[in-house]
């Protein structure tokens, strides 16, 4: 970090307001003070600060020394290569456009989890058994609220296989999952993962490599989910209701397939051109450089032709132990990411079209890219 100390103030107007912010909340959880909160309202989907503690722009305990906020940011500054040499001792090369780790194919091998989970349930059979078999204590993920009939995402803690299950499959709006930590903390979990995109993702690895305390050692495992953007949730009316008829409390599933998939409960299934989707694309999204989740342990996608398995990038020790135990009990089946040449070369496609939208004006790092494709 600086040795001048930046806080809310640099961070207000760094990233918060410059067009930089993800809407991760992870400033908001590392928040001692509880003086930062998170709007998710209108698609704002963004912190901010109380107007009792030195107002919108300005923090009085970061003015006298507090800058949690600013070390659990993965937009701040040096972010990336931060968090690269933290996890990898080194910063990626230019030619590592989706990051440090190695590409293969794999889904679960419990056909319960491959029905009910996405792309294979991959991520399903690994948090279940990381929740028992004693590596974590909760995961941070996203579910729907009340009987899922209104497709609203939030950010929910699973502890069983039961809750897993539950809150399988992807939603595509926005999810702050990182503001489910506090209920996972006051339930006794010490240790936890995250479940989300590349901003969430990132959280973890950056706190650590800032010294942000006990809430960088209860993250302790990070599970990324490969994304090119999320949408507002008000694309269920303006979009989906609007043109196609497609109430939310018809919707059973989604997916993104180079078109949106939306399959009905009377059986339907619908393709609508992903073009009509860019008008609800959430703002923190636009200048997003991270596809792949570089700074997970376990990289994510359901990309690529073989539609019930998962694309995985195994980026760190840890990941790749938890694989490894993965195989071995059974649990998940592997192939070869050279299986489906296809998902790895749209896996670098995606990957450098999300580079080139981190702005010239900031740390170069996120932008760099392999000579043929700049």
Not at 71 to 83: D, L, S, V
Not at 117 to 137: K, M, P, T
Not at 307 to 314: A, N, Q
């Amino acid at each position: 970090m600086a040795l001048d100390k930046p806080h809310w103030r640099q961070l207000f107007s760094e990233v918060v307001t410059s067009g930089l912010c993800t809407g991760c909340a992870a400033c908001v959880i590392a928040c001692p003070h509880d003086v930062l909160e998170y709007e998710s309202d209108n698609g704002v989907y963004k912190p901010w600060h109380l107007d009792i503690d030195g107002g919108r722009e300005d923090c009085t305990h970061g003015e006298t020394g507090c800058t949690l906020c600013t070390r659990a940011c993965p937009r701040f500054r040096n972010w990336e290569g931060e968090i690269d040499t933290k996890l990898f001792a080194r910063e990626r090369t230019d030619d590592e456009v989706y990051g440090i780790g190695d590409v293969l194919l794999a889904r679960a091998s419990d056909p319960e989890l491959v029905e009910n989970g996405q792309d294979g349930g991959f991520v399903s059979a690994l948090l279940i058994y990381a929740l028992e078999n004693d590596v974590i204590d909760a995961a941070l993920v996203s579910g729907l609220e009340g009987d899922g009939s209104t497709w609203v995402a939030q950010p929910q803690v699973a502890r069983t296989r039961e809750e897993v299950l539950h809150t399988a499959k992807s939603r595509y709006t926005y999810s702050a999952n990182l503001l489910a930590y506090p209920r996972a903390v006051a339930e006794g979990a010490e240790r936890i993962a995250i479940v989300g995109m590349g901003c969430m993702a990132s959280a973890p690895g950056v706190m650590q490599s800032r010294k942000a305390g006990k809430i960088a050692r209860r993250l302790s495992l990070s599970i990324g989910l490969m994304c090119s953007k999320t949408f507002d949730d008000s694309i269920f009316e303006g979009l989906f209701e609007a043109k196609y008829q497609i109430k939310r409390a018809d919707i059973k599933k989604m997916n993104i397939k180079g078109v949106f998939q939306i399959w009905t409960n009377d059986g339907a299934m619908h393709e609508i051109p992903l073009k009509e989707a860019h008008a609800f694309t959430r703002e923190g999204c636009l200048l997003c450089p991270d596809f792949a989740a570089e700074h997970a342990d376990i990289s994510t996608g359901g990309i690529g032709a073989f539609g019930d398995w998962t694309l995985v990038i195994v980026r760190t020790d840890k990941g790749r132990e938890l694989l490894s135990a993965l195989k071995e009990n059974g649990l998940i089946e592997t192939r070869p990411g050279d299986d489906d040449p296809g998902a790895v070369a749209l896996l670098h496609r995606l990957a450098q079209v999300s580079r080139k939208r981190w702005p010239k004006d900031q740390d170069p790092a996120p932008r760099r890219l392999p000579l043929s494709a700049t």
